[in-house]
């Protein structure tokens, strides 16, 4: 695998972060306990939780890393579509008191269940016998998802393992693909907008869309998410130059899953904190009072 690209000028005594970080809330397998231990034990700073449409998980992690004198930032992470093309975009410092982020949230996970019932009836017409109820208890949190299908796939002895099930059965334009309800570009950004937060394109080097990154920038985003486990360092330096040019905030995160994915990713990107503070004076309130 191509080794992750680490932002330039790290000193060894400079306060570090990671903003992109999953738990049991969404498709992770840590605890917010066990997800802040791990962050405690590589010596980060300030993590930020994006689970996907969800802050659900935000108070016991914020809970769990004041125990351990981690700064805490609560966030997730939002599907988005743009011409027919799904982007995610992550969201921090959102209130989560505030009404119409909660009835957006509320909106997805209940697209996301009935996606899940959807997808188990594709596999149904294909031999495969899976239940919906099997794949909401291996999920059991408020938003389902591909991953969950595919540990459910693999407990009923279906998938050899999970990549297995995403290549025959998840992956977009594979059988028991079904799109997700998303919001578009610009509704998302002013939906995090409105709910106090950054908004922050995650991954840009998962798309293969750099030409609509521009055009994103201009729908009011504030950062891109330049270093992650799935960036070569060529492509990190590429996107640091990128949000330089289009007045973006540069940052990164390692897009944890726990164990989900063989191997926990947290530690592996180490965000300076001048990142952080850069992108906290992004957010609305912090526009309004300056
Ligand atoms: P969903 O939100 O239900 O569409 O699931 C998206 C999540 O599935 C991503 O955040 C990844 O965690 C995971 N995922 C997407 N594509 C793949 C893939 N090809 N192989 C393994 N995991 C994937
Ligand atoms: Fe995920
Ligand atoms: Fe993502
Ligand atoms: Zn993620």
Known sequence: MDTPQNPSLLASDMKVADLHLHTRYSDG?????ELA????????????LTDHDTVAGCAPMAAACAGRGLEFIPGSELTADLEGREFHVLGYWLDAGSALLQARLAEFQAARIQRIHDMVDRLNHRGIGLTADAVLAVANCGSPGRPHVARALVEGGHCR??????????KKGRPAW??????????????????????????????????MIPGIAALGLDGLECWHTRHSATASESYARTAARLGLVATGGSDCHGMAKGEPLIGRIRLPY????????????????A
């Open 29 to 33: 397998t840590y605890t917010p306990e």
């Open 178 to 211: 079904v799109p997700k309800v998303a919001l578009t570009m610009a509704e998302t950004i002013q939906l995090i907008h409105a709910a106090g937060g950054a908004a922050v394109l995650a991954h840009p080097g998962l798309y293969r869309s750099d030409p």
């Open 274 to 289: 001048a990142q952080v503070t850069a992108l906290k004076a992004r957010r609305p309130v912090a526009a309004a009072a």
């Open 37 to 48: 231990g791990h962050a405690a034990a590589v010596g980060l700073d300030a993590v930020a």
């Open 161 to 170: 393992n999970y990549d297995d099930a995403f290549e025959r059965f998840l």
